[in-house]
């Protein structure tokens, strides 16, 4: 009976640590949300058979997410005649359209910065809406280090 209920608490924890990652796209922050521990989360992946794959899976919905939001940014300037976001109109055509908008093989300091300043604007944008506050202290000082990088 014991087996049974810690069984089914195991398989609950890697539900929602799989709906975590969705929405945070971060493990760390999955983990915290979940209440587990890395290494725990390292076992399932190792010992539990296709939760690699959910996981996977978990990471591309999320990364999918902020291609959403990333084209509705842009498309919302666009139709406003802004020129706000026009690096990271750019960046989304590269990935949709790679046969007539070719990326280029390097990344100049200033575009990188260009990118990086529209994608945390667009992010701190769309979680004070769905938190109505600032971004989550991890992801701004990560975003805070690669551009004091790039200066």
């Known amino acids: ?7 089914q608490k195991k ?9 975590a ?7 760390g922050e999955a983990l ?5 521990s890395r290494r725990t989360f390292e076992r399932w992946k190792k010992e539990e ?7 996977k899976g978990a990471e591309t919905s999320y990364g999918e997410s902020l291609v959403v939001i990333s084209t509705n940014a842009v498309k919302e300037a666009l139709i406003n005649g802004s020129s706000k976001h026009d690096t990271l109109a750019m960046y989304l055509m590269n990935g949709f359209l790679p046969e007539r908008f070719k990326p280029i093989a390097a ?9 990086i300043s529209e994608m945390r604007e667009i992010a701190r944008e769309n979680e004070k809406q769905r ?3 600032d971004l ?14 790039k200066q």
């Open 32 to 36: 915290k949300d979940v209440g587990i």
């Open 49 to 55: 058979p296709g939760y690699v794959d959910l996981v």
């Open 107 to 115: 990344v100049s300091d200033e575009a990188a910065k260009d990118l």
């Open 136 to 149: 989550p202290e991890q992801i701004e000082d990560t975003l805070t280090d690669i551009l004091e990088k």
């Open 1 to 7: 009976m014991a087996n049974d209920a810690g069984r």
């Open 131 to 133: 938190r109505n506050n």
């Open 21 to 27: 990652i969705e929405e945070h796209g971060v493990v």
């Open 11 to 19: 398989e609950a924890n890697m539900k929602l640590m799989v709906k």
